[in-house]
């Protein structure tokens, strides 16, 4: 990794790159590639996802988030921190697999994870929060920086106070489209109806969040784990507490990795209370 005086002459080189390239997204014949961009999820606050893949991929364990009248707080305590790459090797560092992550934040389909076990870090998905959001705040480890015009960073003069070295993302509700009531309850609506956030992601087991009025959160424990060849199969619970209404549902995860790709499969059996399979119908989980 470069020196953190390298890459903040880096910073500086992308910010002139990219608002060169705001210039172009903003002309009128290309309105709808930003739309389609934004738009891509079609159920509200999707980018609630996301944040929780991305807090995966960077080792995170812990998350939560903070739901205010005037915009949403994510922390997460992962142990790989953003980073910024020469803005003049970008197509070189993408295809190495060496891409920063704010280059790639503040790109466009420019993910800055190639390799097919992993789950992009920041590509297309990450854009989701514009529906939500003008200007995302990022507060980590070597840099604090907000994004203008979709693609744009500018550094931030004040770290937050509080961050105890936790990464944080602050999404202020301040796109004229959208209204702050509408996205404090999307965004709400979502956090409390997560579907087994926690169930298939390899290191995050416990997230929280909370609003002025409300709080909850999901966690995972695995009590048991055992590995035969290439199957391991494991005992888990997962815990879905709102208020002081917890709710328990108890499974047998198998899991399979394929020969020589770094790939995974995962299948899990929910039990009833007497340890017997109980039928569920749910959606297929894709990263």
């Known amino acids: 990794m470069e020196t953190i005086e390298k890459q903040t002459e880096y910073f500086k080189n992308l910010i ?14 290309m309105e709808g590639v930003k739309g389609s961009v934004v738009e891509k999820y079609s159920d509200q606050a999707h980018f609630i996802y996301e944040l929780l893949q991305n807090a995966n991929d960077v080792k995170a364990t812990k998350a939560e988030f903070r739901l205010e009248k005037g915009g949403l707080y994510f922390s997460h305590n992962g142990t790989i921190h953003f980073t910024v790459t020469n803005p003049e090797r970008e197509r070189e560092d993408k295809i190495d697999n060496k891409l920063g992550h704010i ?23 990450f854009k989701a929060v514009f529906q939500y959001t003008d200007t995302p705040h990022i507060y980590d480890k070597y840099f604090q920086f907000k994004i203008e015009r979709f693609i744009v960073p500018r550094l931030l003069e004040i770290d937050l106070g509080d961050r105890n070295d936790n990464t944080v993302f602050y999404f202020p509700f301040d796109k004229k489209e959208m209204p702050t009531d509408k996205a404090f309850d999307d ?21 929280k969040w909370k609003s002025d009025n409300e709080s909850g959160n999901y966690a995972k424990h695995i009590s ?36 020589n790709s770094g790939l995974s499969y995962s299948v899990g059996f929910f039990l009833d209370r007497n340890g017997k399979l109980q039928s569920k119908q749910l959606d297929a989980f894709c990263f």
């Open 16 to 29: 002139a790159d990219r608002q060169e390239n705001a210039h172009v997204i903003e002309k009128s014949s």
């Open 224 to 259: 048991k784990s055992e590995q035969w060849k290439d199957i391991s199969y494991s005992k888990v619970k997962l815990t879905h507490q709102i208020g002081l209404k917890p709710t328990t549902e108890k499974l047998i995860l198998f899991s399979r990795n394929i020969d």
């Open 103 to 125: 280059n790639s934040i503040t790109s466009i389909g420019q993910s800055n994870k190639t390799k097919e076990s992993t789950i992009g870090k920041f590509g297309v998905g």
């Open 187 to 207: 965004i709400i609506g979502k956090l409390k109806s997560l579907s087994y956030p926690t169930l298939f992601l390899s290191f995050l087991n416990e997230i």
